[in-house]
């Protein structure tokens, strides 16, 4: 990276103060940096940060007040103007798979796209399709009758079975498994169990990421779905014919049931519980640890196992705090009432 202060500002539709002509010529943290570097302080209340860095320009917030000894930058959001710069400064810092690796095993009625890279043992299998520019790391599986969309990534190791749908700007961290059977059994009467048929698919829509060991089952009739923009932790279960709306952040070791639905937007915080058949509105937020039981409308804050809205939550926890107390108070009155018997 090498550019000056004005223009890094003038890309990231940021307010410069001070010297525009200071040379930047690499990022880092704001306690990390050097003089050379540009660094990001996110919070308008640490203004104290900017003086204390090596760092030759710093963005902050716009709202950010104070005198300081060298440039800033100031823009809406210091972490979105940090991936822009990232992303154009960076362009080619991971180095993705380039070409088809003479290891792959990549079926003859495949389809692959213009500039796709596919690593070493690699298998496409029949009828699969990979879209341009997309790039599929070692180690990975792709079903028969796959579709993969343009621009995406697909880190070793990742498992996608058969007749699965992936759209464009996909990225899938490594070890995941997309198409897995549903978890269904029928028992008998003696007892045995029996598979259910899986027949349905996996759809996962524009510009979803998938973190690490994430597993998502195929519908037992229909489609699982990851709807477009959603983000989905590490160690992240999601259970057969499960609808996920757009733009939902899901975060690590979450499960989330067969047959339940999110709408757009919500939140789940981590080894949240959903169950079964569960229809949750948009813009849902449930904090770590919540056992979702039940469905609930749009804008609701869930907390706490079973689930409850959080101003319910945060009233039986204050009210857990004075069992000590009430058990003295009980066990006073206990001792009275038996002096009043003698």
């Known amino acids: 990276m090498q550019a000056k202060t004005k223009d890094i500002a003038k890309f990231v539709n940021g307010e410069l103060v001070g ?3 200071v040379l930047i010529k690499g990022i880092n943290g704001v306690n990390e940096a050097r003089e050379g570097d540009l660094a990001f302080v996110l919070n308008p209340q640490r203004p104290e940060l900017i003086n204390s860095t090596k760092a030759s320009c710093v963005v902050v917030p716009r709202n ?7 440039p800033i930058i100031k823009v809406d959001n210091p972490s979105i103007a940090f991936s822009r710069i990232i992303d154009f400064a960076m362009p080619g810092r991971i180095p993705h798979p380039k070409g088809v690796h003479a290891s792959a095993v990549i079926a003859k009625d495949a389809l692959i796209g213009k500039n796709v890279g596919i690593g070493p043992y690699v298998v496409v299998e029949s009828g699969a399709s990979i879209g341009d520019n ?3 790391y070692s180690f990975c599986y792709i079903g028969k009758n796959t579709n993969i969309g343009r621009g995406c990534i697909i880190y070793p190791n990742v498992t996608i079975r058969e007749e699965v749908t992936i759209g464009n700007g996909v990225i899938v961290h490594p070890g995941s498994v997309i198409g897995s059977d549903g978890f269904g ?10 598979k259910i ?9 524009d510009d979803v990421e998938i973190g690490s060991c994430v597993t998502i089952d195929r519908a037992r009739f229909n489609k699982t779905v990851i709807g477009h923009g959603s983000k989905i932790d590490n160690l992240v279960q999601i259970a057969h014919n499960v609808i996920i709306g757009k733009d939902c952040v899901i ?6 049931s067969g047959s339940s639905e999110l709408g757009r937007n919500c939140i789940l915080g981590g080894q949240v519980g959903v169950s079964d058949h569960v229809k949750i509105g948009n813009f849902v937020m449930a904090g770590a640890k919540t056992g979702i039981h039940k469905s609930y409308p749009d804008k609701t804050v869930l907390f706490g196992y079973p689930s409850k809205p959080i101003d319910k939550a945060r009233e039986q926890i204050a009210s857990l705090g004075l069992l000590p107390k009430l ?14 018997e003698k």
Request: proline share 2%.
């Open 185 to 194: 059994y029928d028992i008998q009467k003696d007892g045995t169990q029996v």
């Open 134 to 136: 997309t790039a599929i």
């Open 327 to 340: 058990f003295e108070r009980v066990r006073a009155l206990e001792a009275k009432i038996k002096e009043l």
């Open 64 to 70: 950010l007040k104070g005198d300081f000894d060298k």
């Open 251 to 256: 975060a690590g070791q979450s499960g989330i």
């Open 19 to 21: 010297s525009g002509e």
């Open 197 to 205: 048929p899986q027949l349905g698919t996996v759809v996962i829509e």
